[in-house]
């Protein structure tokens, strides 16, 4: 590919929002993947005949933008970074100043610095060919996990901090790399998966492999509840009852279709019930009638709302929040974890439940998922935890 002009200092609309050739492309974060194709209620869906799933790992978003700073080829010193290209880590939410902690990336040099190399390598591979224009920025999308390994013969190693202990994949940190966006003013399209694995093996980085390619029904229904794959990649030995997290699906041809919601990229994923991020509950008996609270629900269906928005309140979701933002100590971290947990709430609300809440006024129910939210993190910080 062109490299862009390395005199030029450009202020373009990028994706998001703006991009220079000093600091890059402002941060973009990964899509929310469903769990169900109820938004895709039309015949499109139906007329893509490939698709592929690839085991769930349970971790922490990471994410490698990559662009270039113009220039020649060098180096930082022997052995250093490239200085003709830059790189960006970010979490789910944000990119990561330099040297913030999360889950210990900073004391891993070793790591870092194969991130970044393999980064750099994976642009280089894209920008092989002259005949087509650099892209402004890639980002590189994959998941930051390990740090406990609970086997007899792998001793635990000093000081490690473990992204989760739900599911052991390895005692180290590791990363796996599973999406690659291209991103070009407003527009962001992320690479086949064919075509991604490829420069992922080239690159050198660990990526999701398929556990299964076929129909639309055919990986639908692959089987959960089986082993995680991860281990072996390393070498470990088996741990009894160490189940996968769940499946990603896909089209090997990556698509966008039109929905009620406007357009949404397909992916999906499957959990098993440890997993899963709602709560079973008896069912409500309509009973809003008297208290002045209750009043303010009148006119919609605000006992199967509150039944709604406390079932989706789980300790999952808090886990969730918690491998986006890192491990919360202080107030304020806290904070962000309650932030993060209701806006989960809210747009899965929104998503699953759109006619139940068509009537109910938005301040209304954002004040519920709040004080819900509120609640069950008090209560959640007062139990002992065992999956960290």
């Known amino acids: ?35 169900g194709t109820r938004l895709f209620a039309g015949p ?23 662009w270039s700073k113009g220039g020649e080829k060098k180096r930082e010193g022997e052995g250093g970074k490239r200085q003709d290209v830059g790189v960006k880590i970010a979490r789910r939410n944000d990119y990561l100043k330099d040297g913030e902690q999360f889950f210990g990336l900073d004391r891993q040099p070793e790591l870092l610095m194969a991130l970044h190399t393999s980064a750099v390598k994976l642009w280089d591979l894209m920008n092989d060919d002259e005949t087509t224009p650099t892209p402004q920025s890639i980002t590189i999308y994959g998941e930051l996990f390990g740090g406990y390994y609970p086997h007899p013969s792998i001793p635990p190693l000093p000081n490690m901090i473990s992204i989760q202990k739900e599911v052991a994949y390895s005692p180290d940190l590791k990363f796996c790399s599973f999406d690659i966006a291209v991103n070009n003013g407003n527009d962001k399209n992320y690479m086949n998966y ?6 992922f093996e080239g690159a050198g980085f660990m990526y999701s492999r398929p556990l299964i390619t076929g129909t639309m029904e055919e990986v639908f229904n692959y089987e959960l509840g089986f082993p995680s794959t991860i281990p072996a990649i390393f070498g470990l030995p088996p741990i009894d009852g160490n189940l996968a ?13 039109i929905t009620r919601k406007g357009p949404k990229r397909l992916i999906f ?4 019930e440890k997993f899963s991020e709602r709560r079973a509950l008896p069912r409500p008996e309509n009973h809003l009638t008297s208290t002045r609270e209750d009043e303010k629900w009148k006119g919609t269906k605000g006992d199967e709302i509150k039944y709604e928005i406390t079932a989706l ?15 919360p100590v202080t107030k304020g971290e806290w904070e962000k974890i309650k932030t993060e947990l209701v806006a989960d709430v809210r747009d899965t609300l929104k998503e699953e439940n759109e006619e139940l809440i068509k009537d109910c006024d938005d301040v209304l129910m954002m004040n519920e998922i709040k004080k ?8 959640y910080k007062k139990r002992p935890k065992t999956n960290f």
């Open 313 to 327: 309140i789980t300790d999952q979701r808090v886990l969730n929040a918690i491998t986006k933002i890192g491990q």
């Open 372 to 379: 819900q939210c509120g609640i069950f993190i008090q209560q």
């Open 194 to 199: 064919d075509d991604a694995m490829s420069l």
């Open 269 to 272: 994923k499957r959990k098993i």
């Open 44 to 66: 499109e869906i139906g007329r893509i005949k490939e698709w592929v799933a690839m085991e769930k790992i349970h971790g922490a978003n990471l994410s490698l933008t990559v």
């Open 1 to 35: 590919m062109a490299t862009a002009s390395p005199d030029v200092e450009t202020e373009v609309e990028s994706s998001p929002t703006t991009f220079s050739l000093k600091s890059g492309p402002t941060f973009s974060k990964y899509e929310k993947m469903t769990e």
């Open 245 to 257: 997290e769940g499946i990603v699906i896909k089209p090997l041809k990556d698509s966008t279709l």
